[in-house]
């Protein structure tokens, strides 16, 4: 598989693992006040999807980049 099916894959997975973060944050909130660690566990998943979806959204410019430098030679 390639890099960006892997990228695409992992993405897809970390949204699952975010989604269940979020959930078991709201459920501790709601039998009172949560520990730490499950306030902020949403925030890794929430970055790495941050720099999957950033790679998945730049790698149709790049591809067209890369396309215009090799016509232009």
Do not use: D, K
């Amino acid at each position: 598989m390639a890099w960006s099916a892997w990228i695409r894959q992992g993405h897809r997975w970390l949204s699952i693992i975010f989604t269940i973060t979020v959930v078991a944050n709201f459920a501790a909130m709601a039998r009172g006040e949560p520990p730490a660690w499950i306030v902020y566990s949403p925030l890794l998943p929430l970055f790495l999807l941050l720099f999957s979806g950033l790679y998945m959204f730049v790698l149709p410019y790049a591809v067209r980049w890369r396309q215009r430098g090799r016509a232009g030679r």
